[in-house]
């Protein structure tokens, strides 16, 4: 029997001690970035749980005390339903599939990526619980199950610098001097240790992180995923949601939202306007960091190419930081944050003025013909896709396309598909490092399947993302030919 067939077996002993009867139906749940496996388990008549297994037992031991601690406390988080704490796994609600960042997507207008107002009310409400997990769980939860340390404290936050440094910046081959900088880390430490530390640091407090379940009023947030939780300041969990990459809030939003959260704070009693925004640029700093950091980790280390999806949206999110004004003089930070800003600025615009090369990328199905040659050179890639694995056969993925997540998790676990991706990267790698070279101005690459939906759109973003990341001094431009045909179109196109 694998270790894979155990834990599933332990969770349904779980279950069926929960339920009374044993599961009928057992699926695996994506676990995001997550190194922990998570199943739904459904009974004949209906109910169901989710399954978790944790292969870390420090970090299992604080989920599941905090989530006890949370749940006395009245707050929205899932109810463990039982835990075999010795194996690492445990039964949870089942809140459903709909995170915060489901929501934002599906109230975006078609073609946009901007932070749509009708998810306002949504993040109010999460912003109103905020403070009760800050205060009454700082007061109640055991931080001495926190892991890996029970406060943010300096070690901590050099722990995340120092993780922004070694995969992003080294991995990103952003030039810096290592003892300047390291200098600059001391200084920004320092400036974060001055605000008040006393409160719960949900610590990674962001959008796919809020699960939406329907309430008696509307739609409410419940959360999960405060396994590293600790002691800390109150503007590191708002900067987190705030300054979520992928949810795109632009200044408008950020304002309203932040002055909505601290109305609440005043309103308890907890601290002062004044005292909260004076240690705010510096948490907003140091989560951006930190976020970067995971995206080089999970995207330049782990080949994880959606996370990179999220580095032109930080890069916007330093830029903004820069026009105002670091909290602290750290000169060489500031000119690392700089040649991020410059290589990952969302170019937008019809021409390329500057006489670089262009590479215009399209997805389209063999039976409509080949794209149309729009650049007049005449040139370039038509890879076909037809002989991957198709997950347009398979019932689950019939209404989804390959921007879609379940289908992205489907192409990216099949070997066949990532060695062809390998080798279709490694072409148009030395093709465009050729043009640039010889004075080239445009290149076409063009993905082609049956259908124009599943495998050609996936490698078609999947060649966009990772031009603008190797190739940032490169004009992209991306067409998915038969976008208006699929069944579902999705919000980003």
């Given at each position: 029997?694998?270790?894979?067939?155990?834990l599933?077996?332990?969770?349904?002993?779980?279950?069926?001690?929960?339920?009374?009867?044993?599961?009928?139906d057992?699926?695996?749940?994506?676990?995001?970035?997550?190194?922990?496996?998570?199943?739904?388990?459904?009974?004949?008549?209906?109910?169901?749980?989710?399954?978790?297994?944790?292969?870390?037992?420090?970090?299992?031991?604080?989920?599941?005390?905090?989530?006890?601690?949370?749940?006395?406390?009245?707050?929205?988080?899932?109810?463990v339903?039982?835990?075999?704490?010795?194996?690492?796994?445990?039964?949870?609600?089942?809140?459903?599939?709909?995170?915060?960042?489901?929501?934002?997507?599906?109230?975006?207008?078609?073609?946009?990526?901007?932070?749509?107002?009708?998810?306002?009310?949504?993040?109010?409400?999460?912003?109103?619980?905020?403070?009760?997990?800050?205060?009454?769980?700082?007061?109640?939860?055991?931080?001495?199950?926190?892991?890996?340390?029970?406060?943010?404290?300096r070690?901590?936050?050099?722990?995340?610098?120092n993780?922004?440094?070694?995969?992003?910046?080294?991995l990103?081959?952003?030039?810096?001097?290592?003892?300047?900088?390291?200098?600059?880390?001391?200084?920004?430490?320092?400036?974060?240790?001055?605000?008040?530390?006393?409160?719960?640091?949900?610590?990674?407090?962001?959008?796919?992180?809020?699960?939406?379940?329907?309430?008696?009023?509307?739609?409410?947030?419940?959360?999960?995923?405060?396994?590293?939780?600790?002691?800390?300041?109150?503007?590191?969990?708002?900067?987190?949601?705030?300054?979520?990459?992928?949810?795109?809030l632009?200044?408008?939003?950020?304002?309203?939202?932040?002055?909505?959260?601290?109305?609440?704070?005043?309103?308890?009693?907890?601290?002062?306007?004044?005292?909260?925004?004076?240690?705010?640029?510096?948490?907003?700093?140091?989560?951006?960091?930190?976020?970067?950091?995971?995206?080089?980790?999970?995207?330049?280390?782990?080949?994880?190419?959606?996370?990179?999806?999220?580095?032109?949206?930080?890069?916007?999110?330093?830029?903004?930081?820069?026009?105002?004004?670091?909290?602290?003089?750290?000169?060489?930070?500031?000119?690392?944050?700089?040649?991020?800003?410059?290589?990952?600025?969302?170019?937008?615009g019809?021409?390329?003025?500057?006489g670089?090369?262009?590479?215009?990328?399209?997805?389209?199905?063999?039976?409509?013909g080949?794209?149309?040659?729009?650049?007049?050179?005449?040139?370039?890639?038509?890879?076909?896709?037809?002989?991957?694995?198709?997950?347009?056969?398979?019932?689950?993925?019939?209404?989804?396309?390959?921007?879609?997540?379940?289908?992205?998790?489907?192409?990216?676990?099949?070997?066949?598909?990532?060695?062809?991706?390998?080798?279709?990267?490694?072409?148009?790698?030395?093709?465009?490092?050729?043009?640039?070279?010889?004075?080239?101005?445009?290149?076409?690459?063009?993905?082609?399947?049956?259908?124009?939906?599943?495998?050609?759109?996936?490698?078609?973003?999947?060649?966009?993302?990772?031009?603008?990341?190797?190739?940032?001094?490169?004009?992209?431009?991306?067409?998915?030919?038969?976008?208006?045909?699929?069944?579902?179109?999705?919000?980003?196109?």
């Amino acid at each position: 029997m694998t270790p894979g067939r155990v834990l599933v077996d332990l969770a349904s002993a779980l279950f069926a001690e929960w339920c009374g009867e044993p599961p009928s139906d057992i699926r695996p749940v994506a676990a995001d970035g997550s190194t922990r496996s998570y199943w739904r388990l459904t009974a004949p008549g209906g109910a169901s749980a989710v399954g978790a297994h944790g292969p870390d037992p420090n970090e299992n031991r604080a989920f599941l005390s905090f989530s006890r601690t949370l749940r006395e406390l009245g707050l929205p988080v899932p109810e463990v339903y039982g835990a075999d704490e010795g194996a690492g796994v445990w039964l949870l609600e089942d809140l459903g599939d709909t995170t915060l960042f489901d929501a934002i997507k599906e109230a975006r207008e078609p073609g946009s990526d901007a932070f749509p107002d009708a998810a306002l009310p949504l993040y109010r409400r999460v912003l109103e619980m905020l403070p009760r997990f800050q205060v009454e769980g700082g007061e109640r939860i055991n931080f001495r199950r926190a892991y890996p340390r029970a406060a943010f404290d300096r070690q901590s936050i050099l722990w995340d610098l120092n993780y922004f440094k070694y995969h992003f910046l080294k991995l990103a081959h952003i030039p810096f001097n290592e003892a300047r900088l390291e200098r600059d880390f001391s200084r920004l430490a320092a400036h974060l240790l001055g605000a008040g530390r006393s409160w719960f640091l949900y610590r990674d407090l962001q959008s796919r992180n809020v699960m939406v379940r329907p309430g008696p009023e509307g739609p409410e947030p419940w959360f999960i995923d405060y396994q590293g939780g600790r002691r800390g300041a109150l503007q590191y969990d708002v900067a987190s949601l705030l300054y979520d990459s992928k949810a795109n809030l632009d200044a408008r939003h950020r304002e309203a939202l932040l002055d909505h959260y601290l109305g609440v704070l005043e309103a308890r009693g907890v601290a002062g306007r004044d005292e909260f925004l004076e240690g705010w640029p510096g948490y907003v700093l140091v989560r951006v960091l930190q976020a970067l950091g995971a995206y080089g980790y999970r995207g330049f280390f782990e080949r994880k190419p959606r996370f990179l999806q999220s580095v032109p949206y930080a890069a916007e999110n330093l830029r903004g930081l820069l026009e105002a004004g670091l909290p602290v003089d750290v000169p060489e930070l500031e000119a690392a944050l700089e040649a991020i800003v410059d290589r990952w600025r969302r170019v937008e615009g019809p021409v390329r003025e500057d006489g670089g090369i262009e590479v215009t990328i399209s997805s389209f199905r063999f039976s409509g013909g080949y794209p149309a040659d729009t650049s007049g050179h005449g040139g370039g890639y038509v890879f076909d896709c037809r002989g991957l694995p198709n997950p347009g056969r398979e019932e689950a993925y019939r209404e989804l396309t390959g921007l879609d997540e379940e289908t992205i998790a489907f192409m990216a676990a099949r070997p066949e598909a990532q060695a062809f991706w390998e080798q279709v990267r490694g072409i148009v790698d030395s093709h465009i490092a050729n043009y640039v070279e010889r004075g080239f101005h445009s290149l076409s690459v063009s993905f082609g399947c049956t259908g124009g939906q599943h495998r050609s759109v996936y490698m078609a973003a999947r060649l966009r993302e990772h031009l603008l990341v190797r190739h940032p001094e490169v004009l992209v431009r991306l067409t998915h030919r038969e976008s208006a045909d699929w069944p579902r179109r999705p919000a980003r196109v």
